[in-house]
């Protein structure tokens, strides 16, 4: 047995018995989720969208269980058992719930893969985890994942079953085939045993294994669901990719699932489809990353369609301007809420009782009294309260190691997960991030906060949106460049003009522009500032070869 399937290795026990005094953590597993949900919300609609095959589906909690134990006939016979890791890469369609809870029946665990990611990524996640299995499309939205598969497995140290979710599953098995096993019991699996690993979002890098617990995770669900509010008349409409932790867990699929509303699932975040969405299923709430509700806001005008019973617009994932945010509730009528998070653990939310300028001015509150927060400067020392520092993180739902002791750096030695997030506190306890601890761009020994200056950027009404990295530069070290979305670009002149007008200062005036469509983006959606470096990058050789 690894170390993970360990029941006591993932928390120090002293630990987990404080937490379960306190009634955080209880004995409620993912194994019978699903089957609760199902006995407490029987007929209540649980899930709308399409499946794989272009088939529209409306299931209510019992038809999703069902679902689920058919799956599980499907994936026991198919070999797979208790302890098995299986990595999960379906989009948002309605397999996706009787798949996960399929394996939490069998006391698998899944590993939870996004559509967007390729070689690189499958390769780690298979060969890291010796996964028994990878569950995946098929071909879908003009990708073939079984060409994926053609080229990743040979490759690999250990046999992966592939399992093709969708049609046409070529040489591989088929999720929905025959035969059948009988189906055992739920697995009896321990609340504190490894759940599932959920992946980092690797905007700076390869992602990361998450081990997540039974325990953990689901108090960080129900808190979730709690503070969101959420109740069986919640209508999620779930945009950003279904297996992200924010997605997931915050209060996401499974906080509306532990509520007993409905979640709706769609594949098209571009705003007509979603506005329509909204519209016709009469959604309550939904989430984006700050890319995606920009262009929301910025289209809103030209699409008729009714947003009246949208409550909240929930933004996470990345920093969204004060700028942006002030413009949620006039443009959308809703409320906005903004979530900081992590798939290492803590989560942080406004409520829908914070004030105005805390809801558009902050990323939020930790869902628990037990989480703690050290603000630090760079030597370690705690920052002078209300001064920004590096945030360090530990709590009930914060891990404590990366899957196989992977980048211990990244955890003090009293358990403490260094997020790199640069954040200062408000008396409140409400949290504000000022960028990563890499985000700074260093001019010649002056420091400019990204931030700072995409904060300007997008307060122009010609920008829809902003992005500033560094680029290397002989002199200075580092010189910036903005990267601007709009669709009637100003001039380089024009911006300088207008930020030197809103007071910034002149070293912090970016050195260069690219005006462009759209950010090169993560798989859940964030802007990718590796890729914007690396495309930087590229450019700047070009330009330097034609110079010469
Ligand atoms: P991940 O590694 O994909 O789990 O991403 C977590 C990271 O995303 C956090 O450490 C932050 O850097 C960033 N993040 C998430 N939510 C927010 C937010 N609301 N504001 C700023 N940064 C955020
Ligand atoms: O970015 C994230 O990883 C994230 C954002 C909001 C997250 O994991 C979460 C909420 O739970």
Redesign the pocket.
């Given at each position: 047995m690894s170390e993970h399937t360990d029941s006591t290795a993932l928390y120090p026990a002293a630990d987990v018995a404080a937490w379960r005094a306190a009634g955080y953590w209880n004995d409620d597993t993912f194994a019978t989720f699903l089957r609760e949900a199902a006995a407490r919300f029987g007929d209540n609609e649980a899930v709308v969208g399409h499946d794989l095959h272009g088939v529209n589906h409306r299931l209510s909690y019992r038809e999703l269980s069902t679902a689920a134990d058919a799956t599980a006939r499907r994936l026991r016979a198919l070999g797979i058992t208790r302890g098995d890791f299986v990595v999960v890469q379906l989009p948002n369609t309605t397999e996706f719930l009787p798949t996960i809870f399929a394996l939490f029946h069998l006391g698998a665990r899944p590993v939870f893969a996004l559509p967007a990611h390729r070689a690189a990524e499958l390769r780690h996640f298979l060969a890291s985890t010796n996964a028994a299995a990878w569950i995946a499309p098929g071909s879908h939205n003009g990708f073939d994942y079984r060409d994926l598969a053609r080229e990743v497995l040979p490759a690999l140290p250990n046999p992966v079953q592939v399992i093709i979710a969708g049609p046409d599953p070529a040489e591989f098995a088929s999720l929905g085939g025959d035969p059948v096993a009988d189906l055992p019991a739920p697995a009896p699996v321990a609340p504190e045993e490894l759940a599932f690993l959920?992946?980092?979002?690797?905007?700076t890098g390869i992602?990361?294994l998450?081990p997540r617990t039974h325990a953990d995770y689901l108090y960080s669900v129900r808190e979730s669901a709690r503070i969101c509010q959420l109740s069986t008349a919640t209508r999620m409409l779930v945009v950003l990719p279904v297996s992200?932790?924010?997605t997931m867990s915050s209060p996401g699929v499974l906080g509306v699932l532990w509520a007993g509303g409905t979640v709706i699932l769609t594949e098209d975040p571009t705003p007509t489809s979603v506005f329509h969405l909204i519209d016709a299923e009469k959604v309550t709430m939904t989430a984006a990353?700050?890319p995606l509700a920009m262009t929301w806001l910025a289209l809103r005008p030209r699409i008729d369609a009714h947003l009246d019973t949208l409550e909240v617009l929930q933004?996470?994932?990345?920093?969204?301007p004060a700028e942006a945010a002030r413009k949620v509730t006039p443009v959308l009528g809703c409320r906005l809420q903004?979530?900081?998070?992590?798939?290492?653990g803590?989560v942080?939310y406004t409520r829908a009782d914070d004030p105005e300028d805390v809801v558009t001015g902050t990323?939020?509150r930790p869902i628990s009294p037990a989480d703690e927060i050290l603000i630090l400067d760079d030597e370690g020392h705690p920052v002078p309260e209300g001064e920004s520092g590096h945030?360090l993180t530990r709590g009930p739902y914060t891990i404590r190691s990366y899957f196989n002791g992977a980048d211990p750096g990244a955890f003090t030695d009293d358990g403490f997960y260094r997020?790199?997030?640069i954040v200062r506190r408000l008396p409140t306890g409400h949290l504000i991030?000022e960028?990563?601890d890499k985000d700074h761009i260093n001019r010649g020994g002056e420091k400019i906060s990204a931030e700072e200056v995409e904060n300007h950027l997008i307060a122009h009404p010609d920008i829809i949106d902003a992005a500033l990295v560094a680029i290397p530069d002989d002199y200075l070290g580092e010189r910036s460049c903005a990267w601007i979305i709009s669709d009637t670009p100003p001039t380089a002149t024009e911006i300088r003009e207008f930020l030197t007008r809103r007071g910034l200062a002149a070293y912090k005036l970016p050195d260069r522009f690219e005006f462009e469509s759209s950010f090169p983006l993560?798989g859940?959606g964030?802007i990718s500032r590796k890729a914007l470096r690396r495309r930087l990058a590229a450019t700047l050789t070009t330009d330097t070869s034609k110079d010469d």
């Open positions: 959920q992946v980092s979002g690797g905007s992602p990361k998450i992200h932790n924010f990353v700050p933004v996470g994932g990345a920093k969204f903004q979530v900081f998070g992590m798939a290492e803590l942080n990323q939020g945030l997020t790199g997030d991030v960028g990563r993560t859940v964030k």
